[in-house]
């Protein structure tokens, strides 16, 4: 998915103490998780024509697994596989999956760079849930940029013409799958990014393969090598997630993840001939401004807390 887009990558680790602080080093990674989690989407709408969505997620996660678990083992050892919040995790990692599945079941319908613009409005999402379900208090300006956010997604969706598409739906409740993933995270306390990773390949590989009976259709060769480029895709994206938030604040460096849309955009057309459209240049262009504006009112809130503390 857009795996993440970030808004799936807006409940990112804490930084490292033990690492250094570079704010450029931490947006070079982002970037470049941007352009990995692009590329592994680009593959996964071609697997999606071909197999079922739930297999498709299924491949992404276990191959996920396969490479994130020996890597968390050979860092940590097996205490970093525990966690001090297990439900918490399992209630994370089952937002996570549901949003890889509806997100991949978009695919087949949408351009790439559509169904990403769309998940973006996850952001928004979040800071909703955060009210209801955090007690976290957001002022008029966040509520403003939210609204830009979401006539940004409804120029892109186009409810109500011909445009309009059903499957439009879908990115949207990927999105919302998302956001409750991330306002959970915040409540888990005490465990390491590498944990929650952990947790996040383990409980979605779980879940799938619970699902495969009902959805299994043969891969071929080809789709087979194109499962394995796309999992480890996922997992050297997330990868960058985690080094890019040791290396700075998550407000400077989160905005820069709206420039997947810039290679979702391209990417999709190489790939498949779809240019993005006006409307969804423009929507997506409104959704960018909005978690951009969002994230530097957490940056001024931040900056205020710290000198009045």
């Known amino acids: 998915m857009t795996s993440a887009p970030v808004a799936r990558k807006t409940e990112a680790p804490v930084p490292s103490p033990s690492a250094p602080a570079s704010p450029l080093r931490g947006i070079l990674f982002l970037i470049a998780s941007t352009v990995v989690f692009s590329v592994a989407d680009v593959i996964t709408k071609q697997l999606a024509s071909t197999l079922p969505p739930p297999e498709v997620a299924w491949m992404r996660y276990v191959v996920f697994a396969l490479v994130i678990i020996p890597v968390v083992l050979m860092k940590g050892g097996p205490a970093l596989l525990r966690s001090q919040r297990p439900s918490l995790q399992v209630l994370r990692g089952l937002g996570m999956v549901g949003s890889s599945i509806m997100f991949i079941q978009s695919l087949p319908h949408l351009p790439v760079a559509d169904a990403t613009a769309i998940f973006f409005v ?11 379900f955090l007690g976290e208090s957001v002022g008029w300006r966040r509520w403003s940029a939210a609204a830009v956010g979401l006539i940004g997604v409804m120029i892109v969706v186009r409810p109500g013409t011909g445009a309009f598409q059903p499957a439009a739906f879908l990115p949207i409740i990927s999105a919302s799958s998302w956001a409750v993933g991330a306002v959970v995270t915040r409540k888990i306390t005490g465990d390491q990014a590498l944990t929650t990773l952990v947790y996040s390949a383990s409980v979605g590989s779980i879940v799938l393969s619970a699902l495969m009976p009902f959805h299994w259709v043969t891969p071929n060769g080809t789709e087979i090598a194109l499962g394995l ?11 960058c997630v985690v080094l890019a938030y040791r290396h700075g604040n998550a407000s400077l460096i989160a905005p820069f993840s709206y420039v997947q849309l810039i290679w979702a955009g391209t990417l999709g057309y190489l790939a498949f001939g779809s240019l993005p459209d006006s409307w969804t240049i423009t929507g997506a262009c409104l959704i960018a401004m909005s978690g951009f504006y969002t994230a530097y009112r957490e940056r001024v809130r931040a900056m205020q807390k710290r000198f009045s503390a």
């Open 122 to 132: 996850s952001p928004i999402l979040i800071m909703a849930l955060s009210v209801l």
């Open 229 to 239: 480029c796309m999992g480890i895709l996922f997992a050297i994206g997330h990868w």
